[in-house]
């Protein structure tokens, strides 16, 4: 009687996994806010432009700006919206960026938060994305990244600014 084989089962082969990169970026984001005409608290989610999945407005340094304007100015290029944003993050979470080469680079971001006064007719990247404002609570139903979706779950522009 033969034993049992106890190896593991094995995934389909799908080739060799995207090597990782040891080194993190940094990116900076904006976590724009606003409120709604009952007073109740909306932040905007928009589309990235290759994957469409739901996200905040980053990106990386930008020459020049502090961390908190150049945030600032990626949510106005991606979003058009303009505000007062946070000196200090008011979180922060890592995803794993594919490069064009194909590896991927682990990316820690850190938000600010923007409290929208205006939005802009025209933008760096109108007709590019779509935009999305919803309660917290429901905006943090639609993203990937589980540190994300636990910063805009617990968001509280009053405890932040």
């Known amino acids: 009687m033969s034993k049992p084989d106890k190896s593991p089962s094995r995934a389909p ?3 060799p996994a995207p090597e990782v990169s040891q080194e ?3 990116q900076f984001a904006a976590l724009p806010w606003r409120r709604n005409a009952e ?3 909306e932040v905007l989610l928009i589309t990235s ?6 996200v905040i407005p980053k990106g990386w340094p930008i020459k020049g700006m502090d961390s908190s304007h150049s945030a600032a100015q990626e949510a106005f290029e991606e979003a058009g919206v303009r505000g007062k944003v946070t000196k200090h993050p008011v ?19 850190a938000v600010f938060g923007l409290h929208v006064d205006r939005e802009a007719d025209a933008y760096p990247e109108l007709g590019q994305r779509e935009k999305l404002w919803l ?9 990937a990244e589980a540190e994300l979706m636990v910063l805009l779950a617990s ?7």
Not at 49 to 54: D, I, L, Y
Not at 135 to 143: G, I, L, Q, T, W
Request: glycine content about 12%; hydrophobic content about 25%.
């Open 13 to 15: 082969d799908r080739g």
């Open 24 to 26: 993190p970026g940094a």
């Open 39 to 41: 007073g109740q608290v």
């Open 49 to 54: 432009r290759e994957t469409h999945r739901w």
């Open 91 to 109: 979180g922060g979470y890592a995803y794993d960026k594919r490069l064009k080469d194909g590896r991927l680079q682990r990316v820690r971001v």
């Open 135 to 143: 309660p917290p609570m429901e905006a943090a139903k639609k993203v």
């Open 155 to 161: 968001f509280n522009p009053e405890s932040n600014r």
